[in-house]
Nanobody, 115 residues
Framework: QVQLVESGGGLVQPGGSLRLSCAASGSIFSTYIMAWYRQAPGKQREFVAAITASVTTNYANSVKGRFTISRDNAKNTVYLQMNSLKPEDTAVYYC?????????WGQGTQVTVSS
């Protein structure tokens, strides 16, 4: 069973930055596709960014140029660097791990962008 623990959320002013982390259990982390999703109040969960085992990345149009996903396989951790944050980025951010035969989610971390 893969366990995911997100951290790094908080309150930030518009234009500010945050870095989210997602630590994963399991010895084959390097083979997982890792992704970040978010869910704002009253809205459906939406894709934010993903990174494959070969470090290919993909982003939602709404965050391209502002967010960067990366991974450190030695630490079993995936990161989401968020810059130039906007109020519309406010949401609970979830980490997702896609293994060969299973999908796993973290518990989420709140990001609030407000002045």
């Amino acid at each position: 069973q893969v366990q995911l623990v997100e951290s790094g959320g908080g309150l930030v002013q518009p234009g500010g930055s945050l870095r989210l982390s997602c630590a994963a259990s399991g010895s084959i982390f390097s083979t997982y596709i890792m992704a970040w999703y978010r869910q704002a109040p009253g809205k459906q969960r939406e894709f934010v960014a993903a990174i494959t085992a070969s470090v290919t990345t993909n982003y939602a149009n709404s965050v391209k140029g502002r967010f960067t996903i990366s991974r450190d396989n030695a630490k079993n951790t995936v990161y989401l660097q968020m810059n130039s944050l906007k109020p519309e980025d406010t949401a609970v951010y979830y980490c997702k791990a896609v293994a060969t035969t299973s999908v796993h989610w973290g518990q989420g971390t709140q990001v609030t962008v407000s002045s």
